[in-house]
Every structure is written in structure tokens, then in C-alpha cells.
């Protein structure tokens, strides 16, 4: 590896590429009360929307499956804008996204350039991409949804204000859904581990970030709650579902001064950060009120 600066993802015309060339076309978004996700892809979406050479945005180099990025340099910048011909795509869209995410209060820059860097809209149906970049949760089947901006920001923010100056050597994401924040945390860390329950959408997951070639990210299916101690210890763990009390397991797999954090509760639910102070004691706060789905055990085929 060279320290000769990387796009991420690709751009969306090499993605387009790749793109299906028989004309086939998604389905419409159906309710949330459906089973079976409609299957878009990062591929798919970009080649309804890229045209001529859009702009890129910052990245890190690919790498062959399975193989684990020794090093990794972070998005220290905004990606420069673009000409494209749609405002779904636009750097500007996604500039306005941030903005708005710093108004909210997250005053990370490093998390904030990371915001800015992943499309979110390549991460949902095309019948919903002209919402991606409200500040709202929105439906990706199976009764699950992708975080609202803000939220997304929040958390990751929260896990990197520890007392290693923002260093998260490896971390843990538990509801990899739809893979946008995966992609997010890979921007912020260099090792992303993130565990999915739900068979379609731990498939939907790597559809999305295959086309995008993100070196850091090892995707994986199992139940959450039981953590991944084959991978342990990590440096930050973050929940994307709320369950009544953080499971134990994910606590005894953080390190020392690792920071995790998670929506807790049932009706009235609240953002929790827990932060192991030594082997036997951690320490928990109440940072702010937030709406997740419930999290839930065991796995779904």
C-alpha cells in the first residue's frame, strides 16, 4: 500500500459498469410489512443515476476477500464536488446532509467527513432514494430500517471520543443491515466487524459493498447478541437495535478503555454508553433519547 490518496467507494461510473445490461429493472419499494426485500444493489442504483465522470470520493484501497487491511487511512477531507445530472447523487445533497448533521451537535471532523464520503442513497431502493438524505429512518425490509444521519453520527462520534485520542483499532457493529454504517465505521476505523441476523439482509449487505471494494470490512452472520469472541477483543462496539439491557457477552468482549454504545429500553428508549474502566468494572451513562427496532436473538434464514 502507498500513500498516494484512495477513492471510496469506486465512482459511480465504474460502478455502472457492472451494472445488468438486459434492461432488468428493481421492483417497486413494497411495505415494510413484506418479507422479502426488493434486492437493489450499490451496482443497481448507481446505473440508473451515474452519468459522464462524476466525482469521486475519498477511499481506501481494495483488497481480495478475506484478506484483512494491515494499515488504513481514514477520509480527512470533503470529497470534491461534481458535475452529475441528478440532485440524488450530488455532492451537494450530501454536503447539506453533513451540515445539518453538525448543527444537530455531532463536532466530529473525522466522522463528519465520513458522512460526507458514503452515498447513502446507494444503500436503498431506488423508489426511496430521493429520501436518503433526509435526517429520518427509513425501511429496508424485513420490518428493519437504516438509522437516520444524525443518529449514525451520534454513535460513532460517542465511540471515538476515547482515551486513545479517537483510535479504534477494530470494532464491532451489531445489526449490519443494509451496510451503509459499516461502510461509515470503515472510514473511522480500520478493522470493521458486523454481524447481521437475518440471512436476506447480510446478503443485501454484501451486494451493497461488493461493488465498492471496502478492504476493512469482515460481514458476518449469526445472532448479535452472543458478540463475535473468535474476533474480540474490540476497541468500540455500536447496536443498531435496542434491547431491554446491553447482553453481557458484547461487554466482556471490549477492551480495557473500549467504549460501547447502544439504545436501550422497550417504549421509552435512551442511548447508552458503557465504557470498561478494567477487567471486572464498567460504567455506564445516559447521553439522549432515540427510536430502534428491537433487538432481537437467534438468526433468521
Keep these: 500500500m502507498t500513500d498516494k490518496t484512495k477513492r471510496f ?23 415494510t410489512s413484506s418479507k422479502t426485500a426488493t434486492p437493489q444493489t450499490a451496482t443497481l442504483n448507481a446505473s ?11 477511499s481506501i484501497p481494495a483488497a481480495s476477500q478475506g484478506q484483512t487491511a494491515s494499515s488504513h487511512k481514514a477520509v480527512t477531507h470533503a470529497p470534491a464536488a461534481g458535475n452529475r445530472s441528478t440532485p440524488l447523487v450530488s455532492d451537494a445533497i450530501r454536503k447539506a446532509m453533513t451540515a445539518r448533521v453538525a448543527k444537530q451537535g ?3 471532523s473525522k466522522v463528519l467527513a465520513a458522512m460526507e464520503a458514503v452515498p447513502r ?18 425501511p429496508i425490509g424485513y ?13 460513532i462520534e460517542v465511540m471515538r471520543n476515547n482515551n486513545a485520542g ?38 443485501l449487505a454484501k451486494t451493497n459493498l461488493r461493488p465498492m471494494r471496502v478492504a476493512n470490512i469482515r460481514l458476518h452472520y449469526g445472532d448479535g447478541m452472543l458478540g463475535l469472541p473468535q474476533a474480540a477483543p474490540f476497541d468500540g462496539i455500536i447496536l443498531a ?6 447482553p453481557q457477552a458484547l461487554l466482556e468482549q471490549m477492551t480495557i478503555g473500549g467504549r460501547l454504545v447502544a439504545p436501550v429500553g422497550d417504549r421509552h428508549q435512551v442511548l447508552q454508553l458503557i465504557e470498561r474502566v478494567s477487567k471486572f468494572e464498567w460504567k455506564s451513562s445516559t447521553l439522549e433519547d432515540c427510536h430502534f427496532v428491537p433487538l432481537r436473538p437467534g438468526t433468521v434464514t
Design 241 to 246: 437495535a435496542a434491547g431491554m439491557e446491553v
Design 106 to 108: 455531532v463536532k466530529d
Design 9 to 31: 467507494p469506486l465512482s459511480l461510473s465504474s460502478i455502472a459498469e457492472k451494472a445488468p445490461r438486459n434492461g432488468t429493472r428493481s421492483e417497486p419499494h413494497r411495505s
Design 48 to 58: 440508473r443515476h451515474a452519468v459522464g465522470s462524476p466525482a469521486r470520493i475519498a
Design 166 to 203: 479517537g483510535v479504534l483499532n477494530r470494532v464491532l457493529e451489531i445489526g449490519t443491515g443494509c451496510g451503509y454504517q459499516a461502510a461509515v465505521l470503515s472510514l473511522v476505523a480500520k478493522e470493521v466487524y458486523s454481524i447481521e441476523r437475518i440471512k436476506g439482509l447480510h446478503e
Design 121 to 138: 442513497h446507494l444503500f436503498m431502493e431506488p423508489a426511496l432514494a430521493s429520501q436518503a438524505y433526509i435526517d429520518a429512518s427509513l
Design 143 to 155: 420490518h428493519q430500517t437504516i438509522s437516520q444521519p444524525y443518529i449514525v453520527a451520534r454513535m
